[in-house]
């Protein structure tokens, strides 16, 4: 039995196939986890959401800030879901929409495996959150978007504020806080205020800013944390941190990295090679 965490796959459909089929995967005695952004700009979200979709049993997933802004446009009105990109008109439109989304709202935003002693995000935690700090708040997330209370949440998704969370926050501050942290967040200060505007490789970033990874008295966790979200980053291991979203949407590989052995062990493929960096960079 062996389990895999997958980088995030942005619709890249063919590449995905090709690491399952590259890691052998046997759903009767593997998993596979998935650290978020399955969808937008690798030009097939529709087929990609129906393979994992199918795989659920399987599989875990945490949700990325690709994931949750599609389902916040689901909930707008057809003429606006029709203003979209292609690619995820295409979703929003299937005859099979309202299974993928209902499924997609009860994902998570962190999974943390005791046995396995690995946690996955899809970009970061706060630097002041113990792992059960994080647990909570995640929980508090997903409680709301698998509820029926789900559209409000989702029409008050966007926005940079608030840019650091605090246990005094409330509501959808509080939601939209964590959202923003465990979605979203490259760099942060002391404080854990993230900078949205930083994507670039560590070394670039303004004075006073920190990868979430290395703040400086930031809480210790022991755990070992698996993430996406961060292409200029590319595959980094350390700190107790392995990143592995490793650019497939931007012509780079679609990496697997497996956590039941002594080692970590990573396993990759190549993007398909007409994918490239457009100007502007990631998001």
């Known amino acids: ?26 759903p009767a005695q ?24 199918s795989l659920r049993e399987h599989s875990v997933v945490t949700l990325g800030n690709h994931d949750l802004s599609l389902l916040a446009i689901a909930q707008r009105r057809p003429d606006a879901q029709a203003r979209v990109n292609p690619e995820l008109r295409e979703v929003l ?4 929409a309202p299974v993928l989304f209902e499924w997609l709202r009860s994902q ?6 005791e046995q396995l002693n690995w946690t996955m995000v899809h970009a970061g935690l706060a630097p002041m959150w113990t792992l059960r700090q994080a647990q909570r708040s995640a929980e508090d997330v997903e409680r709301e978007l698998s509820s ?6 989702l029409r008050n ?3 940079n504020r608030p840019a650091v969370w605090s246990s005094r926050l409330q509501g959808l501050d509080r939601q939209r806080a964590t959202i923003n942290t465990m979605t979203r967040m490259r760099y942060c200060d002391v404080n854990g ?17 920190y990868p979430w990874f290395s703040v400086p008295g930031m809480r210790r966790r022991d755990t070992r944390i698996v993430c996406g979200h961060w292409s200029t980053l590319g595959r980094f291991a350390g700190l107790g941190v392995h990143a ?32 490239k960096r457009p100007p502007g960079g990631e998001d």
């Not at 029926?148 to 949440?153: E, F, S």
């Not at 205020?193 to 800013?209: H, S």
């Open 1 to 26: 039995m062996a389990t895999y965490a997958i980088g995030d796959v942005q619709g890249c459909y063919p590449e995905l196939q090709r690491l399952l089929d590259k890691l052998r995967f046997d």
């Open 30 to 53: 593997d998993q596979l986890w998935f650290c978020g952004d399955l969808v937008n700009r690798g030009g097939q979200s529709l087929e990609t959401l129906r393979l994992i979709h």
């Open 93 to 96: 439109f299937a005859d099979d």
């Open 108 to 113: 998570k935003l962190l999974h943390h495996d």
């Open 148 to 153: 029926p209370r789900h559209p409000r949440l």
């Open 157 to 159: 998704l966007f926005g």
């Open 193 to 209: 205020r993230i900078d949205f505007e930083a994507k670039g490789i560590p070394g670039t970033q303004k004075p006073g800013l």
């Open 244 to 275: 592995i979203d490793t650019g497939c949407v931007w012509g780079g590989q679609l990496t697997a990295l497996r956590l039941d052995g002594e080692e970590p062990q990573y396993i990759t493929v190549n993007a398909e090679p007409y994918r």
